[in-house]
């Protein structure tokens, strides 16, 4: 592969990590409660969910490429059939819109405790900022998002490791403050699939788009694969940082943001504009497969529908981060594992006609 066509898988890997990355992900709520909250366990689930990501990410944007999408119906059309497609389509944009709303929450969380400005006022600065970033086109909302994920990367190892060599207790002991009512369902395997069926719905929309984008096949499938070994890498980070802070991450709506103090309050703060920034990264990845969903990208009907989805976005903060993240993780991780069981069944379909057309030239030969 060309360098230029490896900078390009690499655009696309940073991007889709950066959409999955948001604030659930950032912040280590969500880590804590499919992962971390089972103990040493969780490190078999971070690698569980990582394989599955990697693999159902790269049939999505292989898809995506395919149907040459403008957003993911037609990807979901060809899985589900139109009737049952169109049915989970509208429950996926749905659900995309509710996830922006839960970042726009967590912003709110964030420049709370990184900074000790009111919740509101976070979330207005952030939806100001997004509001100006979705009226761009989609290659330079890609180009934004995927700068921000090399930050994460480097910030999040530091912290990370920092917090590993000098544990709150020792890892032999972390598995005394196991709190499974923490976890969506109490199984580790389970939330384990569960996440990876979320983390496919969340970045769905965006990888077909992606893929419809891109000059090659080749381009996106590898962005798609290096993408699940980044997103698996920080997860791993994450765990290890959080099962080194126990007990006390439970008690607080930010983990990595303790983690961060722990090293030092300066780095704490520095790592709150690190999650604003990634938290900017999901609400622009999901409202733009949202809106796009039903309006024409730049057109006057998609800047009512921004405007409005902002204003009512905003005003779903009051409900709060951490209990929107319980309320709609779950339920999305369902969706989620649904689509990534029929690009499945759909890859084992294609392997066996091309495995029978392939001998079929060979009896002919």
Do not use: C
């Not at 039903?294 to 981060?321: D, E, M, R, W």
């Amino acid at each position: 592969m060309s360098n230029g066509l490896r900078r390009a898988s690499w655009k696309y890997a940073f991007a889709y990590t950066g959409i999955v990355v948001g604030a659930g992900f950032a912040t280590g709520q969500e880590v804590l409660q499919f992962f971390s909250s089972y103990g040493l366990i969780s490190i078999i689930g971070v690698i569980l969910t990582g394989l599955i990501v990697m693999f159902i990410g790269r049939q999505a944007a292989k898809l995506g490429y395919s149907t040459n999408a403008e957003s993911h119906v037609l990807p979901l059309n060809t899985l589900f059939g139109v009737k049952l497609g169109k049915v989970v389509d509208i429950i996926l944009a749905f659900f995309l819109y509710g996830l922006a709303v839960v970042m726009i929450a967590g912003s709110g969380a964030t420049f709370n405790e990184g900074f000790g400005l009111n919740p509101q006022v976070g979330a207005i600065f952030l939806i100001i900022v997004a509001f100006v970033t979705l009226l761009m086109d989609f290659d330079k909302i890609i180009s934004i998002i995927g700068s921000i994920t090399p930050v994460l990367v480097i910030a999040l190892f530091i912290i990370a490791i920092y917090n590993i060599f000098n544990p709150m207790v020792p890892f032999s002991e972390v598995n005394q403050y196991n709190d499974t009512s923490h976890t969506p369902t109490g199984s580790w395997w389970f939330d384990a699939i569960t996440y990876s069926g979320f983390t496919l719905a969340t970045a769905f929309s965006f990888l077909s788009i992606m893929g419809s984008e891109s000059a090659r096949q080749s381009i996106v499938r590898r962005g798609a694969i290096y993408g699940g070994l980044l997103i698996t890498f920080i997860m791993l980070l994450i765990n290890f940082g959080i099962l080194s802070i126990m007990p006390a991450a439970y008690d607080v709506s930010l983990p990595t943001m303790q983690m961060a103090n722990n090293l030092s309050p300066w780095i704490g703060t520095a790592y709150s504009i690190i999650i604003i920034l990634l938290i900017f990264n999901s609400v622009v990845g999901f409202l733009y497969p949202f809106l796009s969903r039903f309006t024409k990208p730049q057109s006057g009907k998609y800047k009512i529908l921004l405007i409005s989805s902002l204003v009512i976005g905003y005003l779903a903060t009051y409900v709060g981060f951490v209990e929107l993240v319980n309320i709609i993780y779950p339920l999305f991780g369902y969706v989620g594992l649904t689509i990534g069981l029929m690009l499945t069944v759909r890859w084992i379909f294609l392997k066996r006609k091309a495995y029978h057309l392939a001998e079929k030239i060979s009896d002919e030969d």
